[in-house]
């Protein structure tokens, strides 16, 4: 008995872009009315000028919802030739349901495979990964994938480390079949010793009695500091050599929007040329986590700072520890 394989490989790129950007902008003064904190103090420690937080109507699936629409009618894919959707994030409040087969069905799509994926900031170029893997390999034509935070929920406002640094918002792309490889191969891992750095806490389970109604995200900001800008830019040098691409034939950067000093560094660790343009929409978008790399990306094509066609490396890191990043062609804007 032989059991059935797609046997015809093809390539895959990222087809359309969509995202979904919370209305209301919240200033670094804002922030300092709760917390011990000064807007100056952030924009020089984290570049961070505003945010966004999802108001009361705004909820995730609703925010996936209005990104992955925005991505499947800048794709030209309908509900219909989906046949998987994959949502990354750490802030969906429930661990059961998982949020991506109601954001299937908000989006008119039937018997769809759906689930979520949680790798911390990493998650959307994870799940980037599975997308381009299962169309490369025939198991799917076309993949919707989502990232989604809903971190102002998720936030003690009064944390010093945290409350400034983290914001809400989704992207979204379809990845489908392509003439040419448009999504590398992932350079991807993870250090489960430092799982420490960036946790939850009360956790699920040690949670009760403790008098908070929910749990915090809670970080060892310098830890983070020490390693990421080091530690991604050999991930960076191993996702261009795995896609045969040199710093020079890069036309932007898009990394995790961490902080603004953290891209910086980095970007001056893996010695990227001056042409290649650097995503800065942590400046005003602040760290939306799972979400940042596919809004960082909206950004530098609705401000012309990169083009469609264009070759982006992709990088993103935290909680976990976890990391991926990849070499892609940037998708047209909905
Ligand atoms: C969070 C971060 C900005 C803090 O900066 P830092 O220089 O490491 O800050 P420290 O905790 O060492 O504190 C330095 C000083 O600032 C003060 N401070 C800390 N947080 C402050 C805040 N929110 N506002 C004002 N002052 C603050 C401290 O009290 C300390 O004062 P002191 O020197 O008088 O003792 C920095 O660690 C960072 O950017 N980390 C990476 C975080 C990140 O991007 N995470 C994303 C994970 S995906």
Redesign the pocket.
């Known amino acids: 008995m032989t059991i059935q394989q797609p046997t015809e490989l093809t390539h895959a790129a990222m087809l359309g872009l969509g995202v979904h950007r919370p209305e209301r902008v919240v200033t670094n003064d804002e922030i300092c009315e709760v ?4 807007d100056e ?2 924009q020089t ?2 570049g961070i000028k505003t945010r966004r937080f999802a108001g009361e109507d705004e909820t995730l699936i609703g925010m996936s919802t209005a990104a992955a629409e925005r991505a499947m009618a800048a794709a030209g894919v309908t509900a219909e030739q989906v046949g998987c959707l994959i949502v990354a994030t750490s802030t969906h409040p429930e661990h059961t349901p998982a949020s991506a087969p109601q954001v299937a069905t908000a989006l008119g799509m039937t018997g769809t495979a759906a689930f979520d994926i949680s790798a ?2 990493a998650g959307f170029c994870h799940a980037l990964n599975l997308a381009s893997s299962m169309v490369r390999s025939g198991a799917e034509s076309h993949v919707v994938v989502v990232g989604v935070e809903q971190l102002s929920r998720f936030m003690d406002p009064t944390d ?6 983290f914001a809400d918002g989704a992207g979204a792309v379809v990845v489908g079949p392509s003439d040419e490889p448009g999504i590398g191969p992932a350079a991807w891992g993870s250090d489960g010793s430092q799982a420490h750095v ?1 946790t939850q806490t009360p956790s699920c389970i040690g949670g009760h009695g403790t008098g908070q109604d929910h749990p915090v995200v809670q ?1 060892e ?2 830890a ?2 020490r390693w ?1 800008p080091f530690a991604m830019a050999e991930v960076a040098h191993e996702a261009m050599r795995l896609a045969g691409v040199a710093p020079d034939d890069l036309d932007a950067f898009i990394p ?1 929007q ?2 603004l ?2 891209t910086q560094t980095l970007a001056k660790n893996i010695k990227l040329p001056e042409s290649v343009a650097i995503a800065t929409d942590v400046v005003d978008a602040g ?1 939306t ?1 799972a979400a940042s790399v596919p809004l960082a990306m909206e950004a530098m094509l609705r401000q012309d700072e990169a083009s469609a066609g264009d070759t982006a490396l992709l990088i993103a ?3 976990g520890l976890s990391y991926a990043g990849q070499v892609v062609t940037l998708p047209p804007l909905g």
């Open positions: 917390l011990d904190s000064s103090w952030i420690r984290s911390g900031c010093r480390g945290t409350a400034f640094i960036i970080m900001g310098t983070v500091f990421a995790h961490a902080n000093r953290i760290n986590s890191f935290g909680a």
